[in-house]
Structures are given as structure tokens and as C-alpha cells.
């Protein structure tokens, strides 16, 4: 068999395939036309495809809903498609084969990429000794500009191909059903899902197609085992009975200071059930990441902090935060918030300006403080900027030159780190938080290893 054979059959993206299934198909008899050939066809816009066009065909995100089947005597053929004519003769003489496929890829979900679009379809084959072949293939398939993200339209074209195999195997609807039928119902489907995401056609007296395209969720958060959560609301708000059972056993644990490996630890939780659970938490919005603290850690503030001045609703948040009137005037009883106000916390986190040497912590409790002592708790200072966007951490990375054989050269506690963490990619804090060592110690091994650099980010 040909290299084009191979190079094309790659673009498929199927479900639950195996890759036995998938090397039969591979070994199929029928050769497809030359690549080259292939490519040629999808390298130019189609020549005027949209005869009756019912949407503006450059503003849709389903370019074409194409139903395909396999004719007895002409083999694999186009059986209607809205807009008429979108995929002409070159373009069907290219994909057919991927259309109209064995039977190992019927029934999931295959994805054809090619240079001008996608192409997300759903071959179906329904065995009976009722046809001539003892069976009936045939395709629906949606064609999808090349940048389009397929996931949202996959289960509407698994759902309407369900829907024309269940009409078949009962009625015998799609060998009945001529082609004018066909083009009514699949303009209406194309009309109603590009102009308002769903559509109801009535097929038959007794069948109504009901389609709704829904937007794709959003990808859950990455979280690191470095990580501090931060409750945003308070843990009898959280609907445990909508989360799995690993949220209610680290929850009691999350504390604001402790990170995501310390509560897994604490938890008697593997690592990967945590950080799943944090990930959870974060994206329904009850709890937001954070770095751990240290009075080593830098920070830089950020053009967020001008909302301190000027959104009210954040400034009233601020005040409750750090106990004060947002007068400046301290409440009744509270000690920790004596003469602090607004403006004094602005001016606090505008310390933290870009400048060489950046300035740690530690250094600004020393500059701010008076003998010692500060309005406001420092640690939730830091928190509060982060978790308002005032401030980004500076992070600190460890480069191993990588002319160095580290096994050879590195000795004591960094010959014990994994050599991808010294790659310029992780943090200290990774690091530290990975190899269990405290962030002096680490620090103190980097400085004086001569085959590793620091850089901050």
C-alpha cells in the first residue's frame, strides 16, 4: 500500500477504535487517489458552491450538512446536502472513502482534516438480510471551517445520525425518502442550527428531529501541588453533594496557608484525587490559587491595583478584608486595622514597583513596619493582592547547563532532583515542593552548584 494511504488515514480522530480496527481499514484493497492529487483539490475555494444559499455562508460555523450513502451500482454518493452544492464532484472524489467507510469505523465519530476544512461525520451501518449486501452505509457528516472547535457539534451529529438509523431500521425512511424530501429537512436543520444553535423539523407524522448545539465546557483548571486554595465563600455554602466525596475531605483542610501536597499528605488523599478536587472547587468558583507565602518571595504589582481606587464595590470588599471603616476610621474594637485606610494599602502595594534589586518580602515588612510592627497582617496582604490580581509573583527557575552530564557533575541533594525540573521550566517552588526541601536549603545548594543558574520570570 501507498504512503498517501497512511498520511491521509492520520487525519481521523475516532472514539474508542482500536488499532487492529483501524490497521484493517489501512489494509483495505481500494487505493484513494495520489495525495497530491487530494491536496490539489482542497488548495482553492470552492467556484460559486452556494446556489441556494440560506445563510450567509461566510459568517456560519456549519459550512455544510452532508448525507452520503452507498448506491448499489454507482458506489459511494452524495444524497443531499444544504447549501446544495457545497462539496463539488473533485471534493466528495477525495473524502468518499473516509465517507463511506468499513465497518470498523462505523458507529464513532471521525473527524476528516483537510487544507480548506473539516469534515466530523458519523458512518453508520445497519445489517440486514432485507438489502442486496445484507446491509445499509451511509454517512451524515458536518463540514467545519479548519479552526473550528469540533467538540461542541460532535454529539449533535452522533444524535441526528441515531436519528436517521432508528427512522430506517422501523420505516425503511432513508432508502424511501427521495431527494427533494431529504434537501427540505436538511435545510432546515442547517438554517436553524447557524442562525440560533438548534432546530426542531418534523421528519414524519410520528418522528420530530429535536437538535440544540451546545457551547463546550470549559477546561478545567491545571493545578500544581505547590499551590495555596484559598476558600472564597464559606465551606457550609459549598454543595458537597454536587462534587465527589474527595471534596469533602479536603475541604476542612484548605486553610489559606497550606498547599495542595500538604492537604493531599494531611488528607490521606493520593495527589492526583486532590489537585482533581481543587481543580473542581476552582472552577465552580468557591476557592482561587494562590502562591505559597514566604518572606522570600517577590512580587511585582500590576495595573489592577488602580481599581483600589476607583471601583467602590472593591473598596467596601478591601475595607471587610482588613477590618477598617473604608473612612479610615478604625471600627470599634479592632486593633488590627489602627490607621490603615484605602490609600495606605494602595501605597503599600505600589512598593512592590518593578526595580533592580526586586524587593522581597521580608524587605518590605522591614521598610513598612514600625518597630516591628504593621496595621495589617502581612501574609493576607500578599493573599488579598493575588487573589485581586494586584499582585504577580516573581517567580525564581533553576537552569542546569545542559552541557553538563548531571549524574556526573552534581553531588548531594540536587543529584537527587530529576533532571527535567532543572530545565529552566519549573519553578523554586516546584522544585522545592517536589524534592521536599525547604526553599533556603534549595537555594543555598543552587548558589553554590557552578553548573546551575537562577533566572527570575
Request: aromatic fraction near 8%; charged fraction near 25%; include cysteine.
Amino acid at each position: 500500500m501507498g504512503d498517501s494511504k497512511q498520511e491521509y488515514a492520520a487525519t481521523y480522530i475516532h472514539d474508542g477504535i482500536t488499532k487492529e480496527a483501524l490497521a484493517d481499514f489501512l489494509r483495505q484493497d481500494e487505493e484513494p487517489e495520489d495525495i497530491e492529487d487530494i491536496q490539489q483539490n482542497f488548495s482553492t475555494p470552492p467556484q460559486s458552491p452556494h446556489r441556494n444559499s440560506l445563510v450567509d455562508p461566510d459568517h456560519v460555523p456549519i459550512l455544510c450538512i452532508v448525507l452520503s450513502k452507498f448506491h448499489l451500482t454507482l458506489g459511494p454518493i452524495i444524497e443531499a446536502q444544504s447549501p446544495d452544492g457545497y462539496l463539488n464532484k473533485e471534493d466528495f472524489s477525495a473524502i468518499k472513502k473516509y465517507l463511506i467507510t468499513k465497518s470498523e469505523l462505523c458507529g464513532h465519530l471521525v473527524t476528516i482534516n483537510t487544507p480548506r476544512f473539516q469534515i466530523c461525520g458519523f458512518p453508520v451501518m445497519i445489517s440486514s438480510n432485507k438489502y442486496n449486501r445484507n446491509h445499509f452505509r451511509f454517512n451524515i457528516a458536518f463540514v467545519l471551517g479548519t479552526e473550528t472547535d469540533t467538540t461542541p457539534y460532535e454529539p449533535v451529529v452522533r444524535k441526528l445520525a441515531e436519528y436517521l438509523r432508528v427512522l430506517e431500521v422501523e420505516s425503511g425512511f432513508m432508502l424511501k425518502a427521495d431527494q427533494s424530501q431529504l434537501q427540505v429537512i436538511f435545510d432546515e436543520i442547517y438554517k436553524g442550527l447557524n442562525t440560533c444553535g438548534s432546530s426542531t423539523v418534523q421528519v414524519t407524522d410520528a418522528t420530530t428531529i429535536h437538535l440544540s448545539i451546545m457551547d463546550s465546557p470549559p477546561k478545567a483548571p491545571i493545578i500544581h501541588a505547590h499551590e495555596v486554595p484559598v476558600l472564597l465563600y464559606s465551606p457550609a455554602s459549598i454543595p458537597l453533594d454536587a462534587f465527589d466525596w474527595t471534596v469533602a475531605l479536603i475541604l476542612p483542610l484548605v486553610d489559606g496557608v497550606s498547599y495542595a501536597r500538604q492537604i493531599s499528605h494531611n488528607a490521606g488523599i493520593e495527589i492526583h484525587l486532590t489537585l482533581k478536587a481543587l481543580s473542581a472547587l476552582v472552577s465552580c468558583g468557591f476557592v482561587q490559587m494562590v502562591p505559597v507565602f514566604q518572606f522570600s518571595n517577590v512580587y511585582m504589582v500590576t495595573e489592577q491595583v488602580r481599581r483600589l481606587l476607583t471601583d467602590k464595590q472593591l473598596r467596601t470588599e478591601c475595607a471587610r478584608f482588613f477590618h477598617f471603616e473604608e473612612a479610615g476610621n478604625v471600627s470599634e474594637g479592632n486593633q488590627e486595622g489602627g490607621g490603615l485606610n484605602i490609600e495606605t494599602l494602595f501605597r503599600c502595594y505600589c512598593d512592590f514597583v518593578a526595580r533592580h534589586p526586586m524587593m522581597t518580602v521580608a524587605e518590605f515588612y522591614e521598610r513598612r513596619s514600625n518597630h516591628g510592627v504593621l496595621p495589617f497582617d502581612v501574609r493576607r496582604f500578599i493573599q488579598f493582592g493575588c487573589l485581586k490580581g494586584f499582585l504577580r509573583k516573581v517567580d525564581k527557575h533553576a537552569l542546569l547547563d545542559p552541557r553538563v552530564d548531571m549524574d556526573d557533575k552534581l553531588a548531594g541533594v540536587l543529584s537527587k532532583i530529576p533532571k527535567t525540573m532543572l530545565s529552566g521550566k519549573h519553578t523554586l517552588d516546584e522544585i522545592c515542593c517536589t524534592s521536599k526541601m525547604s526553599s533556603k536549603d534549595l537555594g543555598q545548594e543552587l548558589d553554590d552548584d557552578p553548573y546551575t543558574t537562577t533566572f527570575s520570570r
